[in-house]
């Protein structure tokens, strides 16, 4: 686990291997977001957070998930999920439902009319993510992109216990639909 710089210490700075690295993958976390947003906005007028949040809830046996989970799973704020998800309720694509008990807890559930968004756009999806990203890819730089992802993923998480992080970065990943 990477340590915290002191104030008064000099940085760490990025040698040029270091520096054409981070270049390259800040223009993969600015622009790939972008532009699958801007597409799936044209194609299926919802952005891609929102295709995200109806996608993961899409793969669950009930279509439904506690709202923190799903905040989880979809690497957002509670506030943010929560705001976007009012969106969709109103569209009628999710329902919230309050979980009985002691706390603030509340299941979404994805409606019938969610589902059907929610197929209709994922060909268009896949197609762009496709296209942007997984078919541009050798092989080998499909796992390496993978490890990559899997070790990020545990650098920021890095309060998740070391078998969960082992078992996230081993698992194959089942086909998706959406």
Known sequence: MAKTADAGAEPRWLNGDELAAWLANSAIMI??????????????????????VLS???????????MSALAVRTSASLSRLSHVVGRLERRGLLARSRIPGAGRRTNTTLTDAGYDVVVAAAPGHVAAVREYLIDSLEPRDLMALKRIGAAVDAAINSGRTASARATTADTDVPESRV
């Open 31 to 52: 622009s790939l977001p972008a532009a699958l947003d801007a597409r799936m906005q044209r194609e299926s007028q919802m952005t891609f957070f929102e295709y995200m």
């Open 56 to 66: 993961v809830l899409s793969e669950e046996p009930d279509r439904t998930m506690q």
